[in-house]
């Protein structure tokens, strides 16, 4: 390979040698044109309610049309496999759709019958033993593999003896849930030959898979790779829940859960190599050190320019009722409050920023579906018209 890849570098200056005049070989490369049909597979517990507020301001900014659920859903079909019909218009607007970025699990046909033939895809994920403990709080009273076992410890002392395949449709959260949004069987036998082939598969079918456990590097990589602006990607994590509900695990829980969730754990670690590996190839360590140090600068700016708090704080201190994100299971999601007296332009870029993706997904379904029934969140509504 890498000889080849030093032939064709020489061949290449050879060919430049004899076409271009030095005074052409200064003239800056065209610059590139942002992306805007793009598909994002949002997987779970993996930081990705954070990148699909990115992909709603972005979508926002270029008054592009998103694909969202159906009438009352709030996921396109989730847990069932993805199809057409379950996007919000699709009859009649067809494939002219720019952005998806819902919950879905992966169907790539039906997708493509949605998104445009020249859409970007790309997904997240992230290591598989903090995911599985997220999991786990975030799941506990809805995942009978989780309810019946005392903390996440006990459960994978025996997984087995918690988790009964029959019950899958709910059980989905406690094995292997990348590969299952991906569009696979979860609970599939872990054989060397059918793990290649579906990582194989996801490589044609996705142009970038992001890792969580790199959120700044990624947004970097996923700037670059989309020619999107640095404020594209400026993101307050979302989603997120307060450090007392972490429980720890002990070092045989980790190595349990490689076992147990050894499909997601062969996802993870093929593709943690390959995005280092595209970094190393387009950007450069140096180059991507220096762009997330102006990322975090400008994320720090804004924190200063928004929030009342410079962080995020637990859900009984949201003051604004609008901004409180879906609470489930033992976690305690956070969120935030803005400060008072922000002008107008300010204060829309501030609530976009920190506005859950309940709550915002409700506020672009009006926008696109005006003679649609809104979509009942079941809490008050930030912008309770479109003029606001």
Sequence with gaps: ??????????????????????????????????????????????ASSTVLNIM???????????????????????????????????????????????????????????????????????????????????????????????????FLESPTKYYHPADYRKNIYARNIMWFDFGYDNNAEDDTNYTQAVLEEIEQNFHLILIADYFDESMILLKHTLCWDLDDVIYF????????????????????????????????????????????????????????????????????????????VRKDHIRNKALLPFQSGAANILGYNLKQDLDNTTLRTCQKMVIPELQYMSYLYAVQHPHKKRKDVGLPLLWTSLQE
């Excluded at 005049?21 to 044109?33: A, D, G, Q, R, V």
């Excluded at 799941?139 to 076992?149: G, T």
């Excluded at 093929?270 to 400008?298: A, C, Y």
């Design 237 to 312: 994590k979302l989603n997120s829940r307060s450090q007392d509900t972490v429980q720890t695990l002990t070092p045989e829980s980790e190595e349990q859960i490689k076992a147990w969730c050894s499909l997601d754990w062969k996802l993870y670690l093929h593709f943690n190599q390959s995005f280092w590996r595209r970094i190393e190839e387009t950007i450069g360590l140096e180059v991507l050190e220096k762009e997330v140090d102006h990322l975090r600068t400008r994320q720090k700016e804004l924190m200063e320019t928004c929030l009342s708090e410079q962080e995020a």
């Design 1 to 46: 390979l890498g000889l080849s890849f030093l032939s064709g570098f020489f061949h290449m200056k050879k060919s430049y040698r004899i076409s271009k005049s030095h005074k052409e070989l200064l003239i800056p490369p065209t610059p590139c044109h942002a992306k805007t049909n793009v598909m994002f597979l949002k997987t779970h517990k993996t």
């Design 56 to 154: 709603f301001r972005f979508a926002e900014r270029y008054n592009l049309t998103v694909a969202l659920p159906a009438d009352q859903l709030f996921h396109l079909g989730y847990p069932r496999t993805f199809v057409a019909d379950f996007v919000e218009g699709f009859e009649t607007i067809g494939q002219n759709y720019n952005i998806m970025c819902n919950h879905l699990r992966f169907n790539p046909l039906e997708v493509k019958k949605v998104m445009a033939a020249n859409t970007f895809y790309f997904s997240i994920l992230r290591n598989p033993i903090p995911l599985l403990e997220s999991s786990y709080i975030y799941y506990k009273d809805y995942v009978p593999a989780f309810r019946s076992s005392k903390n996440v410890n006990e």
